[in-house]
Every structure is written in structure tokens, then in C-alpha cells.
């Protein structure tokens, strides 16, 4: 049986030297990840990857410590997730979302921050709507923090999983051409994506419609000093965007951008931006298609393409247990220094 | 002081754009007037001293736009925290805001803030008065009745007037008591965001602002100004574009004028992104990130805004400089960006900010005075700002190369939000003196 921390099965992360994870205290964003601590992860979430698929879906690596997940924002997968790898990990963990706590009071993200603290919680998992939620309670707290999505700022975990999703089917990362298609502009997992994969060596299209991409990027982002993302490409018309792509990533399109003006309707945006089989054949033939969920069928993906033969979606949503097994692993030592 | 009623502020190098003087000397104050400018060394025999010798005496500073929570936000800052922490960031008037609870659109609530500042004000207290009633923008206050009761002008301040018609109205209506519309120009369908648009917005994943969201409201506002010869002043101009509307309109003979704040002359966008991001650098956010006390309205803008403002202050098209002090509790600033209180404290730092535009060279000991001083003075129309004898005995003396560390927890204003907390200043006061009166003077 493999052990934690080793080489997994023959497999295209196999070429990934041997993983040594660095202390990590808090998971905020993929910005300070090293190309080197990316890769540890995702080849530890190999490993994890045959923990789940013991009889006995157990190990000791997170016994006696307390996961609090603190959820201001609806969510199945990812809160699942983070529980599932938590529990398989043998953490305590405990679910409090802000219906039904104390946050439907009015009580400020610091109190009950606080309250968990004095409950002495080790690693707090946050998903917030409000940008920058996660590093707010990084700079009060002593527990570990991880991201689950905050605003429109990142989702570092769900990049993880996008990562080892497309490092399974692709013999690299280097080099792989990512179409990342939709709402840019308020999009944490783009954002987060966009630091993994330059990481990492990838060449990056994002696609959206003027309204949806950020202004830096539409007005010459190039130009910037220490600036990691000058290979990214910004496209607007998505049959260029397509074109030679290993990996196309649809993003969800929340309805409200229609009432917020940013797009005449979702049905003009479905016909220009709407992912079809036919727009895929600009696309590698050997092209995966993936989202992070949930998905709005019809509008940014036709349902003949999330669930044909190029979707990679269901297993995106496999992988996010083992990935995210692999990040609070990652975690482990920044939380065993405190005993 | 002793019953001679003399006080010689001695020995300093006396700057009074008023009255062009820059020179040693002695600024020699009787009864609370300003009794004339001695050459150095002269003694007056039973004059109280105050021995500033390698220090700039100066006008005390005036302030015409802050905020002093008072009535209805006491627990941010009162009219003595507020004046107080203006007496040691050398001003020695100051002009309140009207954004209280209740608005100050009424004699009543402006005569409040009145014997308010009467009994527990440091330094001299100015009013504005609302616009419109409970600044909602809807109907104008009884400016006739407000202008009665000593306000020197009219603002929604914190919001804008949104209403076209309405601002049309005010800036008529207020020219005949020949007082301004002071207008916070923002165009809210355009200022959904929390900060600047731009590459640190994006950055953080933050809704941005554009400079649009400020120019096409000043545009609107100079339009009505044309309209109506109302008179204009833009308040906290923080954009390239707004400095060049506003003197292609001084240009044309308008009467629009604009104020700057020190933190809009001196801090960009990359303020929002913590410590160690000076360089503008893409290194990892980490805990520092998400600054709320960079938080403020208008946002902080690009490194081009910044240099375009400084540029103004040198061409003239920037009138003079004013702090919008806007202190907040801890509890306000504590919290997500989206969710924080706009505002920084900034009565205490503005001269140590300020004096890094004179050190750094970009503009001159003089001109910094001036914009503090008569520049203010001048548009408010009164006998302050200036050292000419008979004037009242409003002075400030400072260290221009005095080199202290921002503490937020010693600021006397309630309001403790700063983004320079830790930040080293090249600059402090000595001491604030009104109608003669020592209202601060710093220790050892």
C-alpha cells in the first residue's frame, strides 16, 4: 500500500519529483504557492486518492484536531468536500453556515471569528461573498485558514482540483493551452486558475464578453512591472479562443449580471459564449471540458457538451475530496507545531 | 499668559504667503491679534516666549472640510475629540461637515454644533450646511435661514447631489447669499465598487470605481455652474481628468474651485494591498491584505492621478488642500473591505504626509503653507489664514524635519483609522495657537 508523502501509481504526475510539503499555516489564495508545492499537492492527492478507495477510509494524519467549515454562501460540493476530507483525515469537524448561526443575527464576521477561535478551532475553511474574507481572518485568528471562495478574489482549492483534473488527462501542464470562457470579471475560480496555471507553466485564453472582463486586463495589463501573467491571452471572440485548446473551462454565469446590465440578455450570451459541440471542434480533438458547478445548462453550456464525451465535470467533482485531503495535509505540520 | 498680554513666538523662520513674508523673525501677539512681525532677536520686555528657533511659524492652518460626528456619531469622534486632534495636527479652523444624525439642515442642528464647538472646541469650528433636506437630495434645506446661522456653505458631503435639477437649483438658489454648493462628486450607477478600478482591483477580485464615476458628475456640475453663476467648489478631487475639467473652467471665468486631500496627494491604489506592495509588486497577498483603513471616498486613485494632483497643486488649478478627516471606531474598519466604513483619519498626519511632497521636491515649503493657509482663507472670504497685525492670533510652528512614526493609538481623535499606522513622517508640530491662546504644544 502506498504512504502518504510517496509516489503514486503510473501516472502523468508521475514525472513530479519527489513532494515535500513546506509548512503552510493558512491556504488563501495560489499566489504564494511555489511551482514546486503545487505539484507536491497534487501528487499527494494521488496518494490520497487510494486512501479513499481502502475498505477502511481512515487515516490518523488530522486526529484530534477540529475543522470548523464557516459558510456565508451556499454550497454542496465544495462544503462536502471539505467535510468528506476532513473526516476521512480523522478532524472533528463541525459545519456552521451563516443561516441558522448567530450571522443571521448580525453578529460581524470578527465576533463569531472570534467564538471559534475560543473554541479553539484549528483550521477554519471559509467561504464568504465579500473579497478578501479569508485574510481578514488570517490576520486576527491563530488557527489556519483556508479559502473556499471568497468573493470575487479566489478559490485556490477548486484550482487545485482543476489542476490535478487536467494534469490526469494531459501529459503536462507545461505548455497546455487553457480556454477559460465567461463571467472573468467576477470569477475567483479564473482568478485563482490563472496564478495555478502560469505556475505552472500553461499558456492561458480568457474569453468573455468586454462587459466581463476586467478592465486591467482589456487596457494593457502587459505593460506592469513583476507582471506573472503577461503570456495570458484576452480574447472576446470565443472561436478564437477555442482554437488549438487542450483544456476548455466554462464559468458559470450568474444571472444577476443580466440585471446588472452587463449582458442585453442570458440568451444573446448563451448564442456568442454558450459552449457547443460545434464550437469545440476549433478545439484539439483531444480537447477535456471542464466547470467548477454548478453549472447552468443552456445558458453557458449546452448539456450535449457537459455531459459528452469531452466533460470532465463529474470527475472534477471526484477529485475535490482527494485534492482537497491533499491541502489540509499540506496544513498539517503549520497546526502540529501548536501541541 | 501673564497680565501683560504679550507673546513672542520667537526666533522662527516666519512664512506668511498672505502677506509674502519669508524670513527669521518674530511673530510678536497681543490680545489674541497678531501685533506685527519682529525682526529676529528682538526682545520685547514681559512677553511670554515660545522659543521656536529652527522651526517654521506660520498662519494656522485651515481646514474647510472635516468631519466631526457630532450630533449622532459620538462614539466615532465629538467636536472636542475632533478639535482637538486638529490642534495637534496644527490647524486652528476647521470646518465641519454636515453629515451628522441628525443632518445639519436646520438652524437648530448647525446652532448646536455652534455652542457645541463654542464650549469644547479647541479650534475655531466652521459649519456647512446640507443641501437638501437629510441630504437625500430630494428638496433644498431653507438656506436663507442656514446662511442666517453662519454656515459658510452647502454640501451633501459623502453623497453626492445625484438629482441634475436639484444641483441646478441649489447653485442658483445659493448665489444670491453668494455662499458655495460644495458638491462630493460621484456618480453612483458608476461607483458600485469599493476602491479604484484598475490592476489592484482586479487584483483583489474588488468591484472597482472608475474616475469616470467623480468626472462625468464635476463635468455635469460645471455645465449647471455655467448655467446658473452659481458658485462651485468640488470637494476631495482625486483624478487627472477632474484637474483639468476644473481649470479649463477657471479658464472660462467660472466660479468652480476644488480642494485636494493629503492622502489623495500622497497614497495610490497599492495602499489597498497591505504591507510590503509599495513596489507595486504581484507577490503573494497574504494576512495585510484588504487594507479597510485604505478604504475611502473618493477611492484612492493611480500613481498618474497622484502626480496629476500634485501638478495641479503647483499650476494653481488645485485651490487649496483639505483633510476630509473622517474618523471612524475601530468597529467600522473591522470588518471585509465591501463591508468597512469609508474615511481616514487625517487631522493629525496631514502636515508629516504633506511635507514628504516639500522633501521629496515636488513643491515648495510656500506653496504647501499657502494651500493651508491664505488659499483657504481667501475662498472663505474672512480675515484668517494670514499674519498681517490686527489679524487674530492664529499660528502654527512646526519642525519641518522632525522624523516620528505614526501611532494611531496617541492620536487624540476618536477615529484611529489610518493607512500610515508604522509609517515614518518627516514633519510635526510644535505648537497650534489660537486668538493667542496655546491649544497644543508638544512635549520635550
Sequence with gaps: ?339 | MNNSGLFLIKNGHVIDPAQQIDRLGSVLIQDGAISGILGPNEDVAEADILDASGFIVCPGFIDLHCHLREPGFEYKETIASGTLAAAHGGFTTVCAMPNTNPVADTRATVDFVTSRANQDGAVRVLKIGAVTAGSRGERLVEMGELADAGVIGFSDDGLPVSNSNIMRQALSYSSTFGLPIINHCEERSLSLGSMTEGWVSNRLGLLGIPNSAEEVMVARDIGLAKLTGGRLHIAHASTAGTIELVSMAAQEGLSVTCEVTPHHLTLSEEAVLGDGHADRSFGPLGASAYDTNAKVAPPLRTRADVASLVQGLKEGSIDFIATDHAPHATVDKLTTFDKAASGISSLETALGSLMSLVHDGDITLQLLIEKLTAAPARFLGRNLGSLKSGSPADVTVFDPNKEWVVDPSAFVSKGKNTPLSGVALKGRIIATIVAGDVVYQQNG
Excluded at chain 1, 255 to 277: C, I
Design chain 1, 1 to 339: 500500500m502506498t504512504q502518504i508523502g510517496e509516489v503514486a501509481e503510473p501516472n502523468v504526475l508521475k514525472s513530479i519529483p519527489s513532494p515535500h510539503l513546506p509548512a503552510r499555516r493558512h491556504c488563501l489564495d495560489l499566489d504564494d504557492y511555489s511551482r514546486q508545492e503545487i505539484e507536491a499537492v497534487l501528487q499527494n492527492a494521488t496518494v490520497m486518492k487510494d486512501v479513499m478507495h481502502r475498505e477502511i477510509r481512515k487515516v490518523p494524519a488530522l486526529r484530534g484536531k477540529s475543522i470548523v467549515t464557516l459558510f456565508y454562501e451556499p454550497s454542496t460540493r465544495t462544503r462536502v468536500s471539505f467535510e468528506q476530507a476532513g473526516k476521512i483525515l480523522s478532524a472533528d469537524v463541525i459545519n456552521v453556515s451563516s443561516s441558522g448561526s448567530s450571522a443571521e443575527k448580525g453578529e460581524s464576521l470578527y465576533n463569531t471569528a472570534l467564538t471559534l477561535q475560543s473554541m479553539e478551532a484549528d483550521i477554519i475553511i471559509v467561504r464568504h461573498p465579500d473579497s478578501g474574507a479569508p485574510n481578514f481572518l488570517a490576520r486576527h485568528l491563530n488557527a489556519s485558514i483556508i479559502n473556499a471562495g471568497d468573493g470575487s478574489h479566489a478559490h485556490p482549492t477548486q484550482a487545485l482540483v482543476d489542476l490535478y483534473t487536467m494534469a490526469s488527462h494531459a501529459d503536462r501542464l507545461e505548455g497546455l493551452r487553457v480556454a477559460i470562457v465567461g463571467d472573468i470579471q467576477h470569477s475567483r475560480v479564473a482568478r485563482s486558475n490563472l496564478w495555478g496555471l502560469t505556475k505552472m507553466g500553461a499558456s492561458v485564453v480568457l474569453c468573455a464578453p468586454p462587459t466581463l472582463m476586467p478592465i486591467d486586463f482589456l487596457g494593457g495589463h502587459h505593460s506592469r512591472s513583476n507582471n506573472p501573467f503577461t503570456s495570458v491571452e484576452i480574447e472576446t471572440s470565443i472561436e478564437r479562443a477555442l482554437e488549438g485548446a487542450d483544456v476548455v473551462m466554462a464559468l458559470r454565469l450568474q444571472k444577476e449580471r443580466q440585471d446588472a446590465g452587463n449582458l442585453p440578455s442570458l440568451r444573446e450570451y448563451s448564442r456568442l459564449y454558450g459552449l457547443t459541440p460545434k464550437l469545440l471542434e476549433k478545439a484539439r480533438t483531444s480537447v477535456i471540458v471542464m466547470h467548477p458547478g454548478p453549472m447552468n445548462e443552456g445558458v453557458e453550456i449546452d448539456p450535449a457538451v457537459a455531459h459528452g464525451p469531452m466533460s470532465v465535470i463529474e470527475e472534477q467533482v471526484a477529485n475535490g475530496v482527494a485534492v482537497r485531503m491533499a491541502v489540509l495535509y499540506g496544513l498539517v505540520p503549520a497546526t502540529r507545531h501548536r501541541d
